[in-house]
């Protein structure tokens, strides 16, 4: 499923301090709550080739069924502003986004899966262009891209080396770029599972990423989530129940606004 959406000017009065912007809302009813990880009955195929179970989880040899969450992963992008102050962009009551954004505008994408296993984050410059390689990262599990149920990672992650956050930064012209997210519940052979040596980057095919999207039998849907800015994005498909691939296109304005130049790392 893909999600479209440009970033809008935010507001001078919006959000929370940088400190409380990550955090997750405690409110809502029970049965929010209780869907984000009921139990259904799933059946578990032989493992797809280039596949390794989760960690401490025994190979498959033949197809099974188990009480088991619908893979879900919550997303949610924030942006931040000169005063330190963030909007949620991306979350409306219809779950359409009509904004723009410009490369002044510092955006990090919080994710939080359900369950745990393998989480992968891929920028692309264009929807058919190879990507740049997000998650897993160094400032994360050692590099590795292993996951953890309930916790939330926030992408680009803390530039520990300057003691300062990062941001997404775009570049000065107009344009579409696309991240893709992959959740899934064994680790998959065909992207990188673990983050490059410092300083370098990892590039990811866009064959690659599609040809993952067409062998998969996943069914989307997309609900607003127990955060009060955060939105679910559910594989539904109780008979193969493996991943999740999410596509989110950003729409970039590509000039700056007036009192600064584009900022980020």
Do not use: H
């Not at 009921?38 to 401490?56: F, M, N, Q, T």
């Not at 955006?107 to 296993?117: D, H």
């Not at 690659?208 to 997309?222: F, G, N, V």
């Amino acid at each position: 499923m893909r999600a479209v959406f440009n970033f809008a000017r935010p507001a001078r009065t919006l959000g929370l301090m940088l400190g409380a912007a990550l955090c997750l809302s405690a409110a809502g009813p029970a049965a929010a709550q209780n869907r984000w990880d009921d139990k259904v009955v799933i059946k578990r195929p032989e493992s797809k080739p280039g596949r390794k179970p989760a960690l401490r989880q025994p190979a498959r040899r033949a197809p099974s069924t188990q009480r088991a969450a619908l893979l879900t992963l919550q997303w949610r992008v924030l942006r931040f502003t000169d005063e330190g102050l963030r909007k949620v962009v991306g979350v409306s009551d219809d779950l359409s986004i009509n904004d723009t954004f410009s490369p002044r505008d510092r955006l990090v994408i919080a994710l939080k899966p359900n369950q745990s296993g393998y989480l992968y984050v891929i920028r692309q410059p264009s929807s058919g262009g190879d990507g740049q390689l997000l998650f897993p990262t160094r400032n994360y599990n050692g590099g590795k891209n292993y996951v953890v149920k309930d916790q939330e990672y926030v992408l680009p992650s803390d530039c520990s080396d300057f003691s300062v956050p990062c941001w997404l930064n775009f570049p000065p012209k107009p344009g579409k770029e696309t991240l893709t997210l992959v959740f899934s519940r064994d680790q998959i052979d065909e992207l990188p599972n673990s983050a490059p040596p410092a300083g370098r980057t990892q590039t990811v095919g866009a064959a690659r990423l599609a040809a993952l999207a067409a062998a998969s039998e996943q069914k989307l849907t997309r609900v607003r989530g127990l955060s009060i800015d955060g939105i679910w994005v559910r594989n539904t498909n109780a008979a193969n129940n493996e991943e999740i691939i999410e596509t989110l296109t950003l729409n970039n304005a590509g000039a700056a606004r007036p009192g600064g130049a584009a900022s980020g790392n």
